[in-house]
């Protein structure tokens, strides 16, 4: 029979080479739509990489047209690995929120104004370099922002709610129902200890 010295040391040895081979996953999340007025906003971008080990140069131009003018102006842009924020409507309120490696391309909006609600695109440039072929590739993710004086309700925030404080009761319960049959098995094990003794 393996002792539990033995299998502690392995298992720990198997859980650190698979937590040493594990990486990062890039998953594409939409951005969201609504805004909460006078709060920080984050207008999310993201462009998930298909194969990581190929060379690629990024660029990213962030537009924003309002609702009202629909006049389309680029707000930020990410060339180089220079990231600067154009002036105009956002006058020093974006601020970079992306990853190093240029898969998360999103930014911030500090101190969300009436005048934010729009349309925003992020368009991502890349060129592949597979030596003497190098072919681009560009994406857009769009989506409408709508400001609010104050955050609505999110029903999935709330299901959540209700099925932890479910759960919390389900176990509190169980774990008091293990611990009086424990309680009772030990009774009756000193019960029967005590009677072979007399």
């Known amino acids: 029979m393996v002792t539990l010295r033995r299998v502690h040391p392995h298992t ?14 890039c998953v594409d999340v939409p951005s969201d739509t609504e805004a909460v007025l006078g709060n920080s906003m984050k207008l999310t971008c993201i462009s998930c990489l298909k194969r990581e080990e190929v060379k690629v140069d990024t660029h990213v131009i962030w537009y924003f047209t309002p609702t009202e003018t629909q006049n389309k102006t680029k707000i930020f842009k990410v060339e180089n690995d220079v990231k600067e924020p154009i002036d105009g409507h956002f006058d020093g ?6 990853s190093k490696d240029l898969q998360d391309l999103s930014l911030w909006i500090l101190n969300v104004s ?23 590739a560009r994406r857009n993710i769009n989506f409408t922002l709508t400001v609010k004086e104050k955050a609505s309700n999110d029903p999935a925030a709330i299901y959540s ?6 759960l919390l009761v389900f176990l509190t319960l169980w774990l008091l129902v293990e611990m009086v049959y424990c309680y ?5 094990s000193d019960d029967q200890a005590q009677d072979a003794l007399y």
């Open 184 to 188: 009772k098995k030990i009774s009756k």
């Open 161 to 166: 709610e209700i099925m932890m404080y479910v």
């Open 93 to 98: 309120r974006l601020t970079w929120n992306g």
């Open 114 to 136: 009436e005048r934010d609600h729009g349309f925003y695109e992020c368009e991502v440039i890349r060129t592949f370099d597979f030596g003497a072929f190098k072919p681009k």
């Open 12 to 25: 720990l040895l198997l859980l650190l080479f698979v937590v040493h081979l594990s990486r990062p996953v």
